[in-house]
Protein backbone atom coordinates (compact mmCIF):
# COMPACT_ATOMS: atom_id res chain seq x y z
CA UNK A 1 0.00 0.00 0.00
CA UNK A 2 1.36 3.63 -0.93
CA UNK A 3 1.90 5.52 2.22
CA UNK A 4 3.91 6.02 5.12
CA UNK A 5 4.74 2.88 7.56
CA UNK A 6 6.03 2.73 10.65
CA UNK A 7 7.01 -0.86 12.83
CA UNK A 8 6.91 -1.96 15.20
CA UNK A 9 3.40 0.28 16.24
CA UNK A 10 4.09 -0.54 20.01
CA UNK A 11 7.40 -1.79 21.75
CA UNK A 12 8.40 -2.37 25.15
CA UNK A 13 12.08 -2.68 26.02
CA UNK A 14 14.56 -2.55 29.15
CA UNK A 15 17.06 -0.15 30.22
CA UNK A 16 20.86 -0.79 28.12
CA UNK A 17 19.01 -2.73 24.88
CA UNK A 18 19.24 -1.66 21.78
CA UNK A 19 15.97 -0.71 19.77
CA UNK A 20 15.20 0.07 16.18
CA UNK A 21 12.24 1.51 14.40
CA UNK A 22 11.60 1.26 11.67
CA UNK A 23 10.19 3.99 8.86
CA UNK A 24 9.24 3.39 5.26
CA UNK A 25 7.62 5.40 2.70
CA UNK A 26 6.70 4.48 -0.84
CA UNK A 27 6.14 7.82 -2.19
CA UNK A 28 10.05 8.63 -3.38
CA UNK A 29 10.29 11.68 -0.58
CA UNK A 30 13.34 13.33 -0.87
CA UNK A 31 12.84 14.51 2.65
CA UNK A 32 12.33 12.29 6.30
CA UNK A 33 12.34 13.15 9.82
CA UNK A 34 12.34 11.51 12.66
CA UNK A 35 10.27 13.38 15.87
CA UNK A 36 9.12 12.32 19.58
CA UNK A 37 5.92 13.53 20.85
CA UNK A 38 5.72 13.36 24.96
CA UNK A 39 3.27 15.46 26.96
CA UNK A 40 4.77 18.84 27.78
CA UNK A 41 6.85 19.33 24.93
CA UNK A 42 4.99 18.65 21.19
CA UNK A 43 6.59 17.09 18.82
CA UNK A 44 10.59 17.61 18.96
CA UNK A 45 12.94 16.76 15.84
CA UNK A 46 15.71 14.15 16.89
CA UNK A 47 17.20 13.59 12.98
CA UNK A 48 15.94 14.74 9.48
CA UNK A 49 17.37 13.26 6.07
CA UNK A 50 17.27 15.46 2.93
CA UNK A 51 18.00 12.58 0.48
CA UNK A 52 19.53 9.08 0.98
CA UNK A 53 23.18 9.15 2.80
CA UNK A 54 22.76 12.73 4.19
CA UNK A 55 21.00 12.93 7.52
CA UNK A 56 21.50 15.74 9.80
CA UNK A 57 21.07 16.52 14.02
CA UNK A 58 17.87 17.95 15.01
CA UNK A 59 16.87 19.50 18.53
CA UNK A 60 17.05 16.47 20.38
CA UNK A 61 19.30 13.68 18.81
CA UNK A 62 21.28 12.23 22.08
CA UNK A 63 21.07 8.99 22.50
CA UNK A 64 20.02 8.21 19.16
CA UNK A 65 21.33 6.70 15.74
CA UNK A 66 19.78 7.28 12.15
CA UNK A 67 20.83 6.30 8.59
CA UNK A 68 19.45 6.53 5.23
CA UNK A 69 20.84 3.87 2.89
CA UNK A 70 17.68 4.10 0.75
CA UNK A 71 15.02 6.61 -0.29
CA UNK A 72 12.09 5.12 1.07
CA UNK A 73 13.85 3.77 4.70
CA UNK A 74 14.81 6.00 7.55
CA UNK A 75 15.60 3.34 10.67
CA UNK A 76 15.79 5.49 14.11
CA UNK A 77 18.34 2.85 16.67
CA UNK A 78 18.42 3.91 20.37
CA UNK A 79 21.79 2.58 20.22
CA UNK A 80 21.46 2.08 24.54
CA UNK A 81 17.64 2.98 25.74
CA UNK A 82 17.33 5.02 28.53
CA UNK A 83 13.87 5.58 30.62
CA UNK A 84 13.84 9.34 29.46
CA UNK A 85 13.43 7.94 25.76
CA UNK A 86 9.99 6.10 27.08
CA UNK A 87 8.39 8.44 24.02
CA UNK A 88 5.92 8.34 21.08
CA UNK A 89 7.96 8.27 17.81
CA UNK A 90 6.77 9.69 14.61
CA UNK A 91 8.62 9.29 10.99
CA UNK A 92 7.50 11.90 8.55
CA UNK A 93 8.29 12.97 5.14
CA UNK A 94 7.53 15.30 1.78
CA UNK A 95 8.98 15.99 -1.07
CA UNK A 96 10.02 19.17 -0.18
CA UNK A 97 11.73 20.81 2.65
CA UNK A 98 9.13 23.27 2.84
CA UNK A 99 6.55 21.17 2.30
CA UNK A 100 3.67 19.71 3.76
CA UNK A 101 4.59 16.62 5.83
CA UNK A 102 3.41 13.63 5.99
CA UNK A 103 3.20 11.44 9.00
CA UNK A 104 3.47 7.69 10.22
CA UNK A 105 1.68 6.29 12.58
CA UNK A 106 3.80 6.34 14.93
CA UNK A 107 5.50 4.54 17.92
CA UNK A 108 4.90 3.63 21.71
CA UNK A 109 7.98 3.28 22.86
CA UNK A 110 8.26 1.78 26.62
CA UNK A 111 11.85 1.34 28.32
CA UNK A 112 11.62 -0.23 31.82
CA UNK B 1 16.45 30.60 17.59
CA UNK B 2 12.31 30.13 17.25
CA UNK B 3 10.00 30.54 19.81
CA UNK B 4 6.51 29.65 19.32
CA UNK B 5 3.69 30.18 21.94
CA UNK B 6 -0.04 28.83 21.40
CA UNK B 7 -3.03 28.64 24.82
CA UNK B 8 -2.35 24.76 26.02
CA UNK B 9 -5.95 24.07 26.09
CA UNK B 10 -9.50 25.83 25.00
CA UNK B 11 -12.97 24.45 25.33
CA UNK B 12 -15.45 25.48 22.93
CA UNK B 13 -19.51 24.27 21.92
CA UNK B 14 -20.75 22.55 19.44
CA UNK B 15 -22.00 24.47 16.52
CA UNK B 16 -20.06 27.54 17.62
CA UNK B 17 -16.80 29.13 16.40
CA UNK B 18 -13.25 29.00 18.03
CA UNK B 19 -9.96 30.84 17.40
CA UNK B 20 -6.75 29.58 17.94
CA UNK B 21 -4.28 31.46 18.31
CA UNK B 22 -0.18 31.23 17.53
CA UNK B 23 2.82 34.05 17.90
CA UNK B 24 6.13 33.53 17.12
CA UNK B 25 9.36 35.20 16.92
CA UNK B 26 11.92 34.42 14.35
CA UNK B 27 14.21 35.33 11.58
CA UNK B 28 14.14 34.15 7.91
CA UNK B 29 10.42 33.63 8.10
CA UNK B 30 9.52 31.40 5.35
CA UNK B 31 5.82 29.76 6.15
CA UNK B 32 3.46 28.61 8.50
CA UNK B 33 1.48 25.08 9.16
CA UNK B 34 -1.35 24.27 11.25
CA UNK B 35 -1.62 20.13 11.67
CA UNK B 36 -4.78 18.36 13.36
CA UNK B 37 -4.10 15.82 15.60
CA UNK B 38 -6.39 13.57 16.98
CA UNK B 39 -5.50 11.84 20.06
CA UNK B 40 -3.54 8.75 19.75
CA UNK B 41 -3.01 9.38 15.93
CA UNK B 42 -0.41 10.99 13.60
CA UNK B 43 -1.07 14.80 12.94
CA UNK B 44 -2.77 15.63 9.42
CA UNK B 45 -2.00 18.68 7.49
CA UNK B 46 -4.58 21.59 7.52
CA UNK B 47 -3.07 24.69 6.54
CA UNK B 48 -0.04 26.86 5.34
CA UNK B 49 0.16 30.34 4.87
CA UNK B 50 3.17 32.36 3.64
CA UNK B 51 1.35 35.45 2.70
CA UNK B 52 -0.51 37.77 4.91
CA UNK B 53 -4.08 37.51 5.21
CA UNK B 54 -6.60 34.61 5.54
CA UNK B 55 -6.96 31.50 3.68
CA UNK B 56 -10.16 29.60 3.77
CA UNK B 57 -10.57 25.90 2.58
CA UNK B 58 -14.11 24.65 3.97
CA UNK B 59 -15.09 25.08 8.27
CA UNK B 60 -11.43 25.85 8.79
CA UNK B 61 -9.65 29.30 8.00
CA UNK B 62 -6.03 30.21 8.74
CA UNK B 63 -5.18 33.67 9.25
CA UNK B 64 -1.03 35.00 9.24
CA UNK B 65 0.27 38.43 10.08
CA UNK B 66 4.01 37.87 9.25
CA UNK B 67 4.57 41.91 10.78
CA UNK B 68 3.09 40.44 13.90
CA UNK B 69 4.18 37.40 14.33
CA UNK B 70 1.19 36.18 14.52
CA UNK B 71 -1.10 33.38 13.16
CA UNK B 72 -4.38 32.13 14.10
CA UNK B 73 -6.79 29.44 13.44
CA UNK B 74 -10.45 29.72 12.64
CA UNK B 75 -13.20 26.75 13.17
CA UNK B 76 -16.48 27.65 12.10
CA UNK B 77 -19.69 25.44 12.84
CA UNK B 78 -17.49 22.75 15.40
CA UNK B 79 -18.51 19.80 15.61
CA UNK B 80 -18.16 17.06 18.44
CA UNK B 81 -15.44 15.45 15.73
CA UNK B 82 -13.16 18.43 15.92
CA UNK B 83 -12.00 17.92 19.72
CA UNK B 84 -8.45 16.97 18.62
CA UNK B 85 -5.04 19.05 19.77
CA UNK B 86 -3.83 22.41 17.19
CA UNK B 87 -0.27 22.43 16.16
CA UNK B 88 1.11 25.50 15.11
CA UNK B 89 4.43 24.56 13.12
CA UNK B 90 6.86 27.02 11.77
CA UNK B 91 9.22 27.05 8.57
CA UNK B 92 12.38 29.28 9.24
CA UNK B 93 15.21 30.00 7.00
CA UNK B 94 16.97 26.63 6.21
CA UNK B 95 16.14 25.05 9.29
CA UNK B 96 13.60 22.30 9.86
CA UNK B 97 9.96 22.53 10.45
CA UNK B 98 9.68 23.80 14.18
CA UNK B 99 6.50 22.97 16.23
CA UNK B 100 4.44 24.40 18.86
CA UNK B 101 3.42 22.58 21.97
CA UNK B 102 -0.35 22.53 20.59
CA UNK B 103 -3.68 23.51 21.70
CA UNK B 104 -5.85 21.25 22.86
CA UNK B 105 -9.14 21.65 22.01
CA UNK B 106 -12.50 20.05 23.45
CA UNK B 107 -15.98 20.56 21.89
CA UNK B 108 -18.97 20.29 23.96
CA UNK B 109 -22.42 19.70 23.70
Known amino acids: DAGITQSPRYKITETGRQVTLMCHQT?????MFWYRQDLGHGLRLIYYSAAADITDKGEVPDGYVVSRSKTENFPLTLESATRSQTSVYFC???????????FGPGTRLTVL | GQNIDQPTEMTATEGAIVQINCTYQTSGFNGLFWYQQHAGEAPTFLSY????GLEEKGRFSSFLSRSKGYSYLLLKELQMKDSASYLC??????????FGKGTRLSVIA
Open chain 2, 49 to 52: NVLD
Open chain 1, 92 to 102: ASTRREEGEQF
Open chain 2, 89 to 98: ALHSGNTPLV
Open chain 1, 27 to 31: WSHSY
